[in-house]
């Protein structure tokens, strides 16, 4: 071997020794390795939050449509309360825990008894006759010390003025957020507030969608509202109510106010517990009527200001909504008492503690049902519902009928939690038609075989995955007056036996058929088929499933159903002239109360005599009484009483065939606390309780990266490009070195 210097050839084809190319595979399996070891310990890939909000104390949901209203006035939508009910106050609120539903203090310091008084003036008893009741008044005291949420309507200069309440259009055309005000400020809340907010109940320019409604019973409130709809009203211009009263709400002192009511109206005291009576203050009104703010969607439906325990810092409603805990907030303890079982549930663990618990809200926009509850699944969401097509990824339906999670849903630590909502469904009779209407002794039999033939258990089943319950009336589980077990059976229809209620044979409705005098479906008289007709607004091929299964039905007594299927107008015109025979409706509750209910088949409310709600124009004297003497009844034993009476009637003359009442199921994770279901409530986000780490932990182990892929790919790479690399190289070093040369 020769001592010479390599030339330059030589040089510039030199190749790495060998030992160090055919260490590149063993290295990018260890690059592969390190990779995942640093992936273990880092944010999920597909993390759609900000790396920085990990482990933070924020709750995330979602919603599927814009809030169109958060102004308290004309807010009456439920994605809309989502928001309003944790931002305003009203006075009243409903107890977390407690079933039925009780009315607590919010910003009151008790809940507020009307007291009562004659067309003179005189004082009368608490329990006196409705009828001699010529007003009623509520006198509410709020609690001293309240204050409203930071905002620029509120913010005082070193002289004590208002910055910002009398701003040129120059001056508010720059502004495009909240944030765009440099001060914000704050107040007490006082009765003046509430009392200016009932004002604008009636202001044509707030179009609140309760004034009707409370023009009825608030003394002078229709009247105010002509008022100030008056032909000298500027629109453009902002008028302080302040300086216009009326009869109907009264300001006593700094922290008193009162309601006068025309004659009795028990259930008023529920709508305390509503935002449509939250305070407003004065400023904020004045705030957004400034020219020029409007047209950057500066407003109350865009940005609310209340005193409640958050409030609402993002609005971008095509991506998200943000609410923030209200660093003026006075903090709230959570109840100490509740049900037998919410001890046991964990649900009083945080008694006494402080509330809110959650510092930040995040909901996002989600149109999609699937994308929500895939989300959900990898622990972006902290609470879902349950949409049909997931429902049998995430439910079981056990062999007694009993929902229960599916084991992946167990061993994600997802609980499940169910409710019965406030609402009914049933099938009702035109108690005027000829055929299914009237109140004799046969009519009754004919309508109670078909309660018994139509087979709601089943139809539950079917229909609505099991999220419901068999009514035996008109009255929801949770509503004063419901009674569960062989007291709130309904004898008609079912048995009670071992425990439960079971539905009579069909033989049982078979032989009421032929009292009725329609023996195996037939007209005793005349020997023809019975027909009966279904008028009904359902439609598509699921509607065309549901209808099958009613012809099922009347078909197993041998009746013929005829379904008569047409458009919402239709529907109602026909309800409204009677021309209607069977139909099918239901009810949501505006308010936790059996009038609420009962109402429903209250004669003077008839559907035909003055398009009321009582949809089957049912009409039993008796029934009418004691209705007319419950509704305005305190929930005593006596009530009970009466409406244990009511029900009987209206179960023997069967002018509905009871449904069901429907069952809410909601998914929430491990993390997440004191869940339960309130259907009356909406300002629960503050008893929400989150455990932040532990969710940072499950949303790596269920987003963890799947790196074998990547791996594999990696090392089929190396092997198959090494080759051709190592051959290439060889095949260059011998082209340098020329015919007859070695290296």
């Given at each position: 071997m020769s001592n010479r210097p390599r030339s330059d050839i030589d040089a510039r084809i030199a190749l790495p020794p060998r030992r160090h190319r055919v260490a590149r595979l063993p290295a990018a399996a260890a690059l592969v390795v390190a990779l995942a070891a640093l992936l273990s310990c880092a944010p999920p890939w597909n993390n759609p939050y900000p790396a920085a909000e990990l482990g933070e104390n924020i709750f995330y949901s979602?919603?599927?449509?814009?809030?169109?209203?958060?102004?308290?006035?004309?807010?009456?939508?439920?994605?809309?309360?989502?928001?309003?009910?944790?931002?305003?106050?009203?006075?009243?609120?409903y107890h977390f825990l407690k079933r039925p539903y009780e009315l607590i203090p919010l910003t009151a310091t008790a809940v507020a008894g009307a007291a009562y008084y004659d067309a003179a003036?005189?004082?009368?008893?608490?329990?006196?006759?409705?009828?001699?009741?010529?007003?009623?008044?509520?006198?509410?005291?709020?609690?001293?010390?309240?204050?409203?949420?930071?905002?620029?309507?509120?913010?005082?200069?070193?002289?004590?003025?208002?910055?910002?309440?009398?701003?040129?259009?120059?001056?508010?055309?720059?502004?495009?957020?909240?944030?765009d005000f440099p001060f914000q400020g704050t107040r007490e809340l006082t009765a003046a507030d509430y009392v200016y907010q009932i004002k604008r109940l009636a202001d044509p320019m707030v179009n609140s969608p309760i004034l009707g409604l409370m023009s009825n019973h608030i003394a002078g409130l229709g009247e105010y509202a002509e008022r100030l709809a008056g032909p000298d009203r500027d629109p453009f211009t902002f008028h302080d109510l302040r300086d216009l009263d009326f009869e109907g709400a009264k300001v006593v002192d700094r922290y008193t106010y009162e309601i006068r009511l025309q004659g009795k109206y028990p259930q008023f005291v529920?709508?305390?517990?509503?935002?449509?009576?939250?305070?407003?203050?004065?400023?904020?009104?004045?705030?957004?009527?400034?020219?020029?703010?409007?047209?950057?969607?500066?407003?109350?439906?865009?940005?609310?200001?209340?005193?409640?325990?958050?409030?609402?810092?993002?609005?971008?409603?095509?991506?998200?909504?943000?609410?923030?805990?209200?660093?003026?907030?006075?903090?709230?303890?959570?109840?100490?008492?509740?049900?037998?079982?919410?001890?046991?549930?964990?649900?009083l663990a945080d008694a006494g503690r402080t509330m809110p618990f959650i510092q930040k809200a995040v909901y996002a926009l989600e149109k999609e049902t699937i994308p929500y509850w895939n989300k959900f699944l990898q622990g972006y969401y902290d609470i879902s519902g349950i949409a049909s097509d997931s429902f049998d990824q995430a439910i079981r339906i056990g062999g007694e009928g009993e929902a229960q999670l599916t084991p992946a849903m167990r061993e994600k630590g997802i609980t499940l939690v169910t409710s019965v909502s406030a609402s009914t469904f049933y099938t009702g009779f035109n108690m005027l038609d000829p055929v299914v209407g009237g109140y004799t002794e046969a009519a009754a039999k004919l309508r109670r075989a078909l309660a018994m033939a139509i087979d709601q258990e089943?139809?539950?089943?079917?229909?609505?995955?099991?999220?419901?319950?068999?009514?035996?009336?008109?009255?929801?589980?949770?509503?004063?007056?419901?009674?569960?077990?062989?007291?709130?059976l309904n004898p008609y229809v079912y048995d009670?036996?071992?425990?439960?209620?079971?539905?009579?044979?069909?033989?049982?409705?078979?032989?009421?058929?032929?009292?009725?005098?329609?023996?195996?479906?037939?007209?005793?008289?005349?020997?023809?088929?019975?027909?009966?007709?279904?008028?009904?607004?359902?439609?598509?091929?699921?509607?065309?499933?549901?209808?099958?299964?009613?012809?099922?039905?009347?078909?197993?007594?041998?009746?013929?159903?005829?379904?008569?299927?047409?458009?919402?107008?239709?529907?109602?015109?026909?309800?409204m002239t009677g021309n209607a025979?069977?139909?099918?409706?239901?009810?949501?509750?505006?308010?936790?109360?059996p009038e609420n209910f009962l109402f429903l088949l209250y004669g003077p409310n008839g559907k035909v005599a003055v398009n009321g709600e009582n949809a089957a124009n049912y009409a039993n004297p008796r029934f009418d009484r004691l209705f007319e003497q419950m509704r305005n009844m305190d929930n005593t034993p006596a009530r009970q009483a009466i409406i244990d009476e009511m029900l009987e009637i209206v179960r023997s003359d069967a002018p509905w065939i009871f449904g069901h009442h429907p069952k809410d199921f909601?998914?929430?994770?491990?993390?997440?606390?004191?869940?339960?279901?309130?259907?009356?409530?909406?300002?629960?986000?503050?008893?929400?309780?989150?455990?932040?780490?532990?969710?940072?932990?499950?949303?790596?182990?269920?987003?963890?990266?799947?790196?074998?892929?990547?791996?594999?790919?990696?090392?089929?790479?190396?092997?198959?490009?090494?080759?051709?690399?190592?051959?290439?190289?060889?095949?260059?070093?011998?082209?340098?070195?020329?015919?007859?040369?070695?290296?």
């Open positions: 979602a919603f599927a449509a814009r809030p169109k209203h958060l102004d308290p006035a004309r807010s009456y939508s439920s994605n809309e309360v989502v928001f309003t009910g944790q931002i305003y106050e009203p006075p009243l609120q003036g005189n004082r009368l008893a608490d329990d006196g006759p409705a009828t001699e009741v010529a007003r009623s008044v509520y006198t509410i005291r709020i609690r001293e010390g309240i204050l409203f949420q930071p905002h620029p309507a509120l913010a005082l200069d070193e002289q004590g003025r208002h910055r910002y309440l009398n701003l040129t259009r120059e001056e508010a055309s720059g502004k495009r957020n909240l944030r529920y709508w305390l517990a509503m935002p449509f009576f939250c305070p407003m203050a004065w400023e904020v009104d004045k705030f957004y009527s400034q020219p020029g703010l409007e047209e950057h969607n500066l407003n109350l439906d865009w940005f609310p200001v209340g005193t409640g325990p958050y409030m609402l810092t993002e609005n971008d409603p095509n991506r998200v909504m943000i609410l923030e805990k209200n660093p003026h907030f006075r903090g709230e303890p959570y109840p100490a008492e509740g049900e037998a079982e919410d001890h046991a549930a964990g649900l089943e139809f539950i089943s079917i229909f609505a995955n099991g999220r419901g319950v068999a009514a035996h009336d008109p009255i929801p589980p949770g509503i004063f007056g419901h009674r569960d077990g062989p007291a709130g009670w036996q071992d425990g439960k209620a079971v539905r009579k044979p069909l033989s049982r409705a078979r032989q009421l058929l032929a009292e009725a005098g329609y023996p195996e479906g037939r007209d005793g008289r005349t020997g023809k088929p019975l027909v009966l007709y279904l008028d009904t607004m359902v439609a598509g091929p699921d509607g065309k499933t549901r209808l099958d299964w009613m012809r099922k039905q009347f078909a197993k007594l041998g009746l013929q159903l005829v379904v008569r299927s047409t458009d919402y107008n239709r529907f109602q015109e026909k309800m025979q069977i139909f099918q409706w239901g009810w949501n509750a505006d308010y936790p109360d909601a998914l929430y994770h491990g993390w997440l606390a004191n869940e339960k279901p309130n259907l009356m409530a909406n300002n629960t986000l503050k008893y929400r309780r989150l455990d932040p780490e532990l969710r940072a932990v499950k949303r790596r182990q269920w987003n963890h990266p799947v790196l074998w892929p990547l791996a594999a790919a990696t090392f089929l790479t190396v092997a198959v490009v090494t080759p051709a690399v190592l051959y290439y190289r060889r095949r260059e070093k011998r082209s340098a070195f020329g015919p007859g040369m070695s290296p």
